[in-house]
């Protein structure tokens, strides 16, 4: 029925864009209609010299004007809607596998400090970073990386978040249409330099000049209807307006100066206007996008003003624009003047604004989990300092939803030893766990019946390489990674560890001698470690303290010539191995 939702939406787009091309035809012929009627008949008029043409031709230029600007809003409207599809097509590509070609990967996040991101799939091509993103600014996909963070974050606000996310997964039509708005934005647009202008030094007037361009425009006025009432001459209005304009002209570059924040500013700040007029026209029920829209408050009407002010700034680069609102009203004056008690009243809240914005796109993204599977759940988020996971069903957000085999967990603090044939689902199984820790301090759902934990910091070892840069072996490089979760687990902090068939970079002896150590070192009463490996030696590991080691497995079964798989976690050792077949069916092995 998900999918169905976004199939839908998609048809009704598609059929509304061909209506809204008939229509812009239709306008563009009509706007040429009535410019040649227009010209023909002003022409008509002159050689006829008839009254009636010219008024008909006035008419049939307003009417253009009218057409233009309704042009203008479909074209507009077109816009929107083409964003509308594409972000359509990003939660279709979600059911059918397309998402693999989402261009936002979130690879920059990526870092040798936080190797948890590339070991859980956390960032880069195929990740789930790639997956969720609804994230259009740059402010908002800087915090959607910085919650997927392996340390926990606070977890009242991960709480509200939960309250956030599930009511934007009911309401998969905003989410859209917030998303569609901001698709409009450029990639990765970044506020900082736009708020840095904005709330840069402010130029205000001075009391002289503030008290010119009010008293002096209206002193011009009356004397032109004084002129006009033959009380005194016409020479009086036209030197006040003169001076006007030479005062306008003196001030040039101040007024470049105190504009120039303006300047460019229309395309992003009609957006940002319209995404906010879209949030505080919207009726929430959670209270915390209650709490995000109450902050909020009043952004829409400023940032009109701000329009109006950025429209003047633009315009008056037009000479004849510039030499009229100055000849008539002082505009640049004006403009500096309401442009600085801008500054004083809403300059210091457009940051919050923007903030709040970065918050919905982490929530719109978050929402996506819900909004395209079937099975999703909000995490239960225990307190307490002793390490505690319960999940059930818990499985991969990364595998099609008809390919993906749930497991059970229960576990406090404990070593597990994990065994398996290879392709039995080891490597997933700790993903799919680590991963699902991560996602549920953030405030995400996660794709499972039940899942409830307390806080925990994740540690992993999975995605092991060399480094010929820095001459590391794959070996020492584990080394490293397995020495950095010894170090901080004499910290006594709540730790979840995952370590992938320890230390494989190096010989057999050596590798069983290191894994006991390592092991042994990680088994304590705060922390629940997590081991695969094929060395069935490491299953007779006995605990150095009252931290229990035990053992689970995966195993596989065969159907006839194939071998097969259920992805299901066993408790004991595996007692089978695949490797021989799995040559022979390369014809490595006769």
């Not at 590339?118 to 789930?128: E, V």
């Not at 609804?134 to 340390?151: F, I």
């Not at 306008?248 to 992003?268: D, I, K, W």
Request: hydrophobic content about 45%; some cysteine; charged content about 20%.
């Amino acid at each position: 029925m998900k999918k169905h939702f976004f199939e839908s939406a998609r048809e009704i787009d598609l059929s509304y864009r061909k209506h809204l091309d008939r229509r812009s035809q239709h306008l563009m012929t009509g706007r040429l209609v009535l410019f040649a009627l227009a010209l023909f008949s002003a022409a008509a008029g002159y050689d006829q010299h008839l009254p009636i043409l010219y008024a008909f031709a006035a008419a049939c230029g307003i009417a253009f004007m009218r057409l233009l600007q309704h042009h203008t809003d479909v074209k507009n409207l077109l816009l929107f809607l083409d964003s509308h599809l594409a972000i359509l097509s990003q939660y279709l590509g979600r059911f059918n596998g397309e998402w693999h070609q989402l261009a936002e990967t979130g690879d920059r996040y990526r870092s040798e400090k936080l190797p948890q991101g590339s070991d859980l799939n956390l960032f880069g091509a195929d990740s789930i970073y790639q997956y969720i993103c609804a994230a259009r600014t740059r402010r908002g996909r800087d915090l959607l990386a910085a919650a997927l963070s392996p340390v926990p974050g606070d977890r009242a606000l991960a709480a509200k978040r939960q309250q956030g996310t599930a009511e934007l997964i009911r309401r998969p039509r905003l989410c859209i249409d917030l998303q569609a708005l901001a698709g409009l934005l450029p990639d990765h647009q970044d506020a900082t330099g736009f708020l840095r202008n904005l709330q840069g030094d402010h130029i205000a007037l001075n009391p002289l000049l503030h008290r010119l361009a009010f008293g002096l425009p209206i002193l011009s006025l009356l004397s032109l209807a004084a002129a006009a009432a033959d009380f005194i001459s016409w020479l009086v209005p036209g030197i006040l307006y003169l001076l006007q304009l030479l005062l306008a002209a003196l001030c040039f570059r101040r007024s470049e100066r105190a504009l120039a924040p303006l300047f460019h500013l229309q395309p992003a700040l009609q957006l940002y206007t319209h995404i906010f007029q879209r949030l505080e026209q919207s009726g929430f029920s959670s209270a915390y996008l209650n709490e995000l829209q109450l902050r909020l408050h009043g952004s829409t009407r400023s940032l009109r003003r701000l329009e109006r002010l950025s429209d003047y700034a633009d315009m008056r680069r037009n000479y004849f624009f510039f030499i009229m609102s100055n000849l008539l009203c002082l505009g640049d004056l004006h403009c500096i003047d309401r442009f600085s008690h801008w500054q004083q009243h809403s300059a210091r809240s457009i940051s919050d604004w923007i903030d709040v914005w970065s918050e919905i796109e982490l929530l719109m993204s978050f929402a996506v989990i819900g909004q395209t599977r079937r099975l999703y759940t909000f995490p239960e988020l225990l307190a307490g300092p002793e390490p505690h996971i319960e999940a059930a069903g818990l499985n991969y957000l990364l595998l099609p939803e008809d390919k993906a085999i749930g497991n059970d967990t229960r576990t406090a603090a404990e070593t597990r030893i994990i065994t398996g044939s290879n392709m039995s689902g080891k490597t997933t199984y700790l993903r799919t766990l680590a991963s699902a820790a991560i996602l549920a301090y953030a405030g995400a759902p996660v794709c499972a019946q039940k899942l409830a934990l307390t806080p925990l910091t994740v540690f992993t070892s999975i995605r092991v390489t060399d480094d010929l840069t820095r001459g590391l072996s794959t070996f020492y490089a584990e080394l490293l990674r397995i020495k950095s979760m010894v170090e901080f687990s004499k910290k006594k902090i709540p730790m979840f560890i995952c370590i992938d068939e320890i230390f494989k970079g190096t010989n057999s002896a050596d590798r069983i001698i290191g894994a006991r150590a390592a092991i042994e070192r990680l088994t304590n009463p705060w922390s629940i470690t997590f081991v695969s490996t094929h060395d069935f030696e490491l299953c007779h590991l006995t605990s150095p303290n009252t931290t229990p080691v035990t053992n689970y497995h995966f195993a596989e079964h065969y159907e006839g010539d194939r071998i097969a798989f259920d992805f299901k976690l066993k408790t004991g050792r595996c007692q089978t191995t695949n490797a021989q077949y799995l040559l022979k069916m390369a014809g490595i092995l006769e």
